[in-house]
């Protein structure tokens, strides 16, 4: 399995600005997952990041509130843009090894704890 | 397509007594499925994984699955709780040709001594 290093772990910030969430993996992997959960709730896929091509997002998710960059196959970015309290959640990414019947799962971060004031 | 429902928001058990959470699921291909624990402020662990391999599937800390088509059932068992089992659990569907997956809202499962 892979080890995914997250940060930052937790920030809070003022609404109207802007985060930047890395998350580095010791492996070099095709696609990366963005999660959001929000408190007390299951996690929502964001995005799927794949390298060299923009990201997928799913519905209720747009590129304008959350761009994301992938410029290798170890990296990704989420940035959370002109913040709200709405948005206070932990963001977590996630990648997956597996292909076709060999699905070993997903590693996740640690998270990144965000809360907007 | 694909969705989880995750049968029980909150299950609670008495020490030593056995766990059962449900998770049924849909999905438009032959799905990968996962059960995930998640502990007050920790990260997400995997417990159990089926990979249309063996569908009586066997995980950590004595946490067991299975995986029935007809039933399209993927329930987490454990014969005997622990304090230490309290937390937070994923059920969680992919289809890895797309390789994103689904997550069941969760079963808070708490254990009285």
């Known amino acids: 399995s892979a080890v995914i290093s997250q940060k930052p772990s937790r920030d809070i910030c003022q609404r109207g600005t802007s985060l930047t969430i890395q998350c580095q993996v010791d492996s070099q992997v095709t696609m990366m997952f963005w999660y959001r959960q929000q408190p007390g709730q299951s996690l929502t896929l964001i995005a799927t990041?794949?390298?060299?091509?923009?990201?997928?997002?799913e519905s209720g998710f747009v590129i304008d509130k959350f761009p994301i960059s992938r410029p290798n196959l170890t990296f990704s970015t989420l940035t959370v843009s002109n913040m709200s309290p709405e948005d206070s959640s932990i963001y977590l990414c996630s990648v997956n090894f597996g292909q076709g019947a060999r699905d070993y799962g997903y590693t996740f971060g640690s998270g990144t704890r965000l809360t907007v004031v | 397509a694909q969705s989880v429902t995750q049968l029980d928001s909150h299950v609670s058990v008495s020490e030593g007594t056995p766990v059962l959470l449900r998770c049924n699921y849909s999905?438009?291909?032959?799905?990968?499925l996962f059960w995930y624990v998640q502990h007050p402020n920790k990260g997400l662990q995997l417990l159990l994984k089926y990979t249309s391999a063996a569908t009586l599937v066997k995980g950590i800390n004595g946490f067991e699955a299975e995986f029935k088509k007809s039933e399209t059932s993927f329930h987490l068992t454990k014969p005997s709780a622990h304090m230490s089992d309290a937390a937070e659990y994923f059920c969680?569907?992919?289809?890895?040709?797309?390789?994103?997956?689904?997550f069941g809202d969760g079963t808070t499962l708490t254990v009285k001594p």
């Open positions: 999905s438009s291909y032959s799905p990968s």
């Open positions: 969680v569907v992919s289809n890895t040709n797309a390789g994103k997956s689904t």
């Open positions: 990041a794949n390298q060299g091509s923009e990201a997928t997002y």
